[in-house]
């Protein structure tokens, strides 16, 4: 049973550039949750997508994006890079109808801004 | 808003030493709480779950009872591993709500 997947492992971008991640849900699943964790820090939560559409978002600009696929996959954009927005980006799966939102997380991607 | 405190790291204990990384929370309704640990390079694994006043969780050693009168839950294993050296996130997530809210994460070393 395949669990979460992420690419790619590493990205390296320069600022004002626009990048996209990439994220597959455990099998199963049908929800999909994006995080940003800096260095040293927890995860900050960004968005969820479920059935195609962002269910809801946290405390982060319109510059972050996303989206999901009929197959439940989905994708992180984010527009203007800046030096900040270097973080490991996780992506999480979990089945909806689940009461108590047990996430299963994948590697993460680890996006540097120079 | 919700809020998830954790004690400041990092800790490093030797190895078969009794551990204990304190987390309290702050949430309007009744949450769900999870320990997760997340090892060198890698993303983060759920370790442990309680979803309800008084339920403990458990998992390979440790355990995290969901203390509702002093919205608390402390991580604790009884004889650590070097194998336990990670960082270690408390979090919670309202009930309906999507997403978890996270503490600032707990550094452990363990030394042989």
Not at chain 1, 7 to 21: A, Y
Not at chain 2, 79 to 94: G, K, N, R, T
């Amino acid at each position: 049973d395949a669990g979460v997947t992420q690419s790619p492992t590493h990205l390296i971008k320069t600022r004002g550039q626009q990048v996209t991640l990439r994220c597959s849900p455990k099998s199963g699943h049908d929800t999909v949750s994006w995080y940003q964790q800096a260095l040293g820090q927890g995860p900050q939560f960004i968005f969820q997508y479920y059935e195609e559409e962002e269910r809801q978002r946290g405390n982060f600009p319109d510059r972050f994006s996303g989206h999901q696929f009929p197959n439940y996959s989905s994708e992180l954009n984010v527009n203007a890079l800046l030096l900040g927005d270097s973080a490991l980006y996780l992506c999480a799966s979990s089945l909806v109808l689940t009461e108590y939102n047990e996430q299963f997380f994948g590697p993460g991607t680890r996006l540097t801004v120079l | 808003g919700d809020s998830v405190t954790q004690m400041e790291g990092p800790v490093t204990l030797s190895e078969e030493a009794f551990l204990t990384i304190n987390c309290t929370y702050t949430a309007t309704g009744y949450p769900s709480l999870f320990w997760y640990v997340q090892y060198p390079g890698e993303g983060l694994q759920l370790l442990l779950k309680a979803t309800k006043a008084d339920d403990k969780g458990s998992n390979k050693g440790f355990e995290a009872t969901y203390r509702k009168e002093t919205t608390s839950f402390h991580l604790e294993k009884g004889s650590v591993q070097v194998s336990d050296s990670a960082v270690y996130f408390c979090a919670l997530s309202e009930r309906g709500a999507q997403k978890l809210v996270f503490g600032q994460g707990t550094r452990l070393t363990i030394n042989p």
